[in-house]
């Protein structure tokens, strides 16, 4: 029988860009498997990602990531919403590109303060003034997001204009790259 291969798909972006809340109903009209890489992470060690952090550093974390990415998950048929940082450590974006589609998320960094502001569970935002850390870190990591297959803004729109476009936009680069 000749089953059509459903190709990974890989959301990446800044923390509170909606990877999670996007790819959970994306995997589903997709017919794909849900993975969240900071959850399969936490359930891997046992621990929060703030404890990895705290415990070991953020070094230690990136390449927890990284050994995620090269075996933590089936090489096809899933939707995986990468953590804010595993595509800026050097070479993962192409890694992640040989593997699947990569598919940005994009949000101001006004709008993601908002989203994230009231979670304590983002390691990197527990500073004095949030809002410039997200600013500077966003126009860090701006360009490695860009080099994405795909990127959608996010900001403004409704959770299911979002999906609609990741499943739509899946479909036509699938069909267009023959994966």
Known sequence: MNR????????????GTGKSTVGRLAAQRLGLEFMDSDHA????QGRSIPDIFAQDGEPAFREMERAFVENGHPGEGCLIACGGG?????????????????????????GVFERTRHNSNRPL?????????????????????????????TEGRHVNDVVAHVCRSYKLEAAQRKL
Do not use: W
Not at 86 to 104: A, R, W
Not at 125 to 151: F, G, N, S, T, W
């Open 86 to 110: 595993l595509v800026i450590q050097p070479g993962m974006m192409e890694t992640l590109k040989g593997k699947g589609l990569v598919f940005s998320l994009i949000a101001t960094a006004e």
């Open 4 to 15: 059509k291969r459903k190709p990974n798909l890989y959301l990446a972006g800044f923390m």
């Open 41 to 44: 992470i936490e359930a891997q």
């Open 125 to 153: 935002l527990q500073v004095e003034d949030p809002l410039a850390q997200i600013a500077k870190l966003m126009a860090a990591r701006d360009p490695i997001y860009r080099q994405a297959h795909v990127q959608i803004l």
